[in-house]
């Protein structure tokens, strides 16, 4: 097959998976991940047999073992686990999960059924949008614990944290500084998980930080975990969007900045 072909056929997925909710920049996002390790799996091969220091049980022969639900929890907690890597290994592997990860069905519907009953899935951060690798992708944090096998389900309620609605950065122009997630650390209270205290309530609609049962959480359609309550100003306040200038600067901006994270994948692969 040829490589316009190839890149032909990856990009005609694209419209499939826009048709069930998955935007571009997802699919993109996810796509980046694989051929990393792809390619550091290529790497370690003949003729170049280059050290790439992806631990054995989280490399790309590890995924092709695994079919269905247990291939989607096996790619998640890959994610996890290289996060935790240093360097730019670590920085690649964020544990950073587009929205379709929350509420897609199927396969996606039965690895959030198991990440409730087999972890301890206490907090999910909503990020604000395009932070990370490109403007429009949505994302979120989630934070759980491994548990070993119970007859129970381990996670009895989940936090959430909207970091998103109303919430405006640029990767350079308007960086998000580690100051503004101090209204998180604070809410999240590391220290003591079991002393939370939202900020939402009835009273207060506009709270970022409030709590789900597990059972309000199993009871959703698809066991969604794509969940919001705050306003977005911008759907009825159309007269203050950025102007379009600022837009497409923005749009640059970001689209510079994703060239250079490819760069510096590149640049640790071939110094491997």
Same mark, same amino acid.
């Given at each position: 097959?040829?490589?316009?072909?190839?890149?032909?056929?990856?990009?005609?997925?694209?419209?499939?998976?826009?048709?069930?909710?998955?935007?571009?920049?997802?699919?993109?996002?996810?796509?980046?991940?694989?051929?990393?390790?792809?390619?550091?799996?290529?790497?370690?091969?003949?003729?170049?047999?280059?050290?790439?220091?992806?631990?054995?049980?989280?490399?790309?022969?590890?995924? *092709?073992?695994? $079919?269905?639900?247990?291939?989607?929890?096996?790619?998640?907690?890959?994610?996890?686990?290289?996060?935790?890597?240093?360097?730019?290994?670590?920085?690649?592997?964020?544990?950073?999960?587009?929205?379709?990860?929350?509420?897609?069905?199927?396969?996606?519907?039965?690895?959030?059924? /198991?990440?409730?009953? /087999?972890?301890?899935?206490?907090?999910?951060?909503?990020?604000?949008?395009?932070?990370?690798? /490109?403007?429009?992708?949505?994302?979120?944090?989630?934070?759980?614990?491994?548990?070993?096998?119970?007859?129970?389900?381990? *996670?009895?309620?989940?936090?959430?944290?909207?970091?998103?609605?109303?919430?405006?950065?640029?990767?350079?122009?308007?960086?998000?500084?580690?100051?503004?997630?101090?209204?998180?650390?604070?809410?999240?209270?590391?220290?003591? $998980?079991?002393?939370?205290?939202?900020?939402?309530?009835?009273?207060?609609?506009?709270?970022?930080? $409030?709590?789900? *049962?597990?059972?309000?959480?199993?009871? $959703?359609?698809?066991?969604?975990?794509?969940?919001?309550?705050?306003?977005?100003?911008?759907?009825?306040?159309?007269?203050?969007?950025?102007?379009?200038?600022?837009?497409?600067?923005?749009?640059?901006?970001?689209?510079?900045?994703?060239?250079?994270?490819?760069?510096?994948?590149?640049?640790?692969?071939?110094?491997?």
């Amino acid at each position: 097959m040829s490589t316009q072909a190839i890149v032909s056929k990856v990009w005609s997925f694209c419209n499939t998976f826009r048709d069930d909710g998955v935007g571009y920049s997802d699919y993109l996002e996810q796509l980046t991940y694989l051929l990393f390790l792809k390619m550091a799996d290529e790497y370690s091969r003949p003729p170049y047999k280059r050290p790439t220091g992806i631990p054995m049980e989280y490399d790309w022969s590890s995924l *092709t073992t695994k $079919r269905g639900a247990d291939l989607e929890l096996h790619y998640l907690k890959i994610l996890q686990e290289l996060a935790r890597e240093k360097g730019i290994l670590g920085q690649i592997f964020t544990v950073v999960l587009p929205d379709n990860v929350l509420f897609e069905g199927g396969a996606g519907e039965k690895v959030r059924k /198991k990440l409730l009953e /087999k972890t301890d899935l206490h907090t999910i951060l909503r990020l604000p949008t395009g932070v990370f690798y /490109k403007q429009g992708v949505k994302a979120n944090v989630l934070f759980f614990d491994n548990k070993p096998a119970a007859k129970d389900s381990w *996670t009895k309620e989940v936090w959430y944290y909207d970091f998103r609605t109303n919430v405006h950065f640029t990767l350079k122009k308007n960086p998000m500084q580690k100051a503004n997630l101090q209204d998180f650390i604070n809410c999240y209270s590391p220290q003591n $998980r079991a002393q939370r205290q939202p900020t939402w309530s009835e009273t207060n609609p506009e709270g970022r930080w $409030r709590k789900f *049962t597990y059972d309000e959480l199993i009871s $959703r359609d698809k066991t969604s975990l794509d969940i919001f309550w705050l306003k977005d100003n911008s759907l009825t306040d159309l007269d203050n969007l950025p102007d379009p200038d600022v837009l497409a600067t923005e749009i640059i901006e970001n689209l510079a900045a994703g060239l250079e994270n490819f760069k510096a994948i590149a640049a640790t692969l071939n110094q491997s």
